[in-house]
């Protein structure tokens, strides 16, 4: 599967919160246990593939990073305001 989003935490709590569910309703939806879906809200722990793609159907969340480093490592910052290391750098020659 994809990288897992930094924030996979935030984002299994709030879909779970926007659901109107309990840990122990989204687990027994899952077929999980509850102590796992405790252990990913605080980010304890990781989802493997399988609970991810539980979570990311149950919840309607997606919870891949959207991007690898390659995506992004070129990108100039021209038209969106943010400062490259060749903008703050002063060259020595």
Do not use: F, H
């Not at 897992?4 to 989204?26: F, K, M, N």
């Not at 796992?36 to 809200?41: F, N, S, T």
């Not at 995506?71 to 002063?90: K, P, Q």
């Amino acid at each position: 599967m994809d990288e897992l989003a930094q924030d996979y935490d935030g984002r299994i709590r709030s879909g779970r919160e926007s659901q109107g569910l309990s840990q122990e309703e989204l687990a027994r939806q899952l077929n999980e246990k509850a102590s796992l879906i405790r252990k990913l809200e605080r980010g304890d722990t990781l989802p493997s593939d399988d609970v991810q793609r539980k979570l990311e159907r149950a919840l309607d969340i997606d919870l891949s990073a959207g991007g690898t480093t390659e995506d992004t490592e070129w990108e100039g910052g021209g038209s969106t305001g943010e400062y490259t290391l060749g903008d703050m750098v002063e060259r020595k020659d």
